[in-house]
């Protein structure tokens, strides 16, 4: 379901990342494009005999609730796996799924919903694993200074978000709407292109953020602001970030699909066996950032149990999630569990990648 407002929004493929780029995580739907045929999957000890496959990989936006995804190209988990990955920022969850959908990027990475609302409209879309595990969003405040464990605590707040359907957007309606308030009548919401939400709070014209890192310790760190909500805490388990694509192209390049599944669940494994390593990658990743504040963002995430542990759905947070999008009408949201998910190739990699 997400980059600095100042950041250049680019592609850098895993060849490429030891070269610094920044990018802003806006950028229109990408178009065109074909997709690549299928590879044999080989052991890492024999990739230097096999070539390389260039993978297109749309994430909604840059930001370290996806460290699993940057961990695993920094330390090579895809070029074990004869991925060479271009990874691009879409400017958001519809985005990120429209790239998928128009063959603009093999797999992409957001709100695993909109594979559930595609299916319902006689669309396409599959999920294959999970990246982020929980609602990565917190309430950033520069007024309040207390933490607000009851949501019934918002009314008269006025609150900022990116606009539906993204997540953020989704998350704090759902829990106004738990707390028995009226989303148009109890509190005031604004909405900001993804990314740009803490700006207005700091500009004292909104109460609280609907943000996520490393935006929340830019401003906690930097700028004096509080983490005063955590929906991590307020939801529990929750498919916040899932990788899809689409299922013809999964049909005829499993071997593909199965070495993208084993480098995130490396990946996953690692993020949390070596967080000082994850931190230094996180670094790396967002290098116009006090390094203060992107290692407090990672340990605020992994503190909070967000980034995936392991790349295989869970079927509670997908419940949970399912649950959202039906209480906001974004879905029927009706679908069985393995109609949508496929988890196969997460499960066969959870069984065999061991660090």
């Keep these: 379901m997400s980059n600095e407002s100042d950041e250049v929004c680019g592609v850098r ?28 999957f080989v052991v890492a000890h024999r990739a230097y ?4 496959h260039t993978i297109r990989f749309s994430e909604a936006v840059h930001n370290l609730g996806y460290i699993d995804l940057y961990v695993a190209r920094a330390k090579g988990f895809f070029k074990e796996q004869n991925i060479d990955l271009q990874l691009s920022a879409a400017g958001g969850d519809t985005q990120a799924f429209a790239a998928v959908i128009s063959k603009s990027a093999e797999f992409g990475c957001g709100d695993s919903t909109l594979a559930q609302i595609s299916r319902e409209k006689g ?12 609602a990565h969003y917190f309430g950033v405040s520069k007024k309040i200074t207390k933490k607000i464990t009851d949501p019934k605590e918002f009314k008269g707040l ?11 957007y989704n998350v704090l309606v759902l829990a106004l709407k738990k707390a028995g308030l009226d989303p148009n009548k109890d509190v005031k919401i604004l ?9 207005p709070v700091l500009a004292g014209q909104a109460d609280i953020a609907v943000a996520y890192e490393p935006n929340v310790d830019t401003a906690v760190v930097g700028q004096g602001a509080h983490a005063v909500f955590s929906w991590s805490d307020f939801m529990g388990p929750f498919h916040n970030t899932g990788m899809y694509a689409l299922p013809e192209y999964v049909k005829a390049n499993p071997q593909i699909v199965q070495a993208m599944a084993n480098a995130l669940q490396k990946a996953a494994l690692y ?5 000082t390593e994850a931190k230094a990658v996180a670094r790396k990743e967002f290098p116009d950032l006090d390094p203060k504040v992107v290692d407090a963002a990672v340990q605020r995430q992994l503190d909070n149990g967000i980034p995936a542990k ?5 079927k509670a947070g997908w419940e949970n999630v399912m649950k959202v999008g ?11 569990f393995t109609d949508i998910v496929d988890n196969s190739f997460a499960e066969k990699a959870a069984a065999s990648i061991k660090l």
Excluded: D, H
């Design 13 to 40: 493929s895993e060849s490429e990342l030891e070269v610094s780029v920044t990018r802003r995580n806006f950028l229109g739907t990408l178009a065109g494009g074909v997709a690549v045929a299928g590879a044999p």
């Design 326 to 336: 039906a209480s906001l009408g974004n879905c029927k949201c009706e679908s069985p």
């Design 158 to 168: 006025t609150f900022v978000t990116s606009p539906p359907p993204n997540t953020n």
């Design 49 to 52: 005999a096999q070539a390389m």
């Design 123 to 134: 669309g396409t879309g599959v999920v294959l694993g999970e990246l982020v595990s929980r």
């Design 310 to 314: 392991t790349f295989v759905v869970s």
């Design 271 to 275: 993020t949390y066996k070596f967080p």
């Design 191 to 199: 909405t900001v292109n993804p990314g740009t939400e803490i700006g």
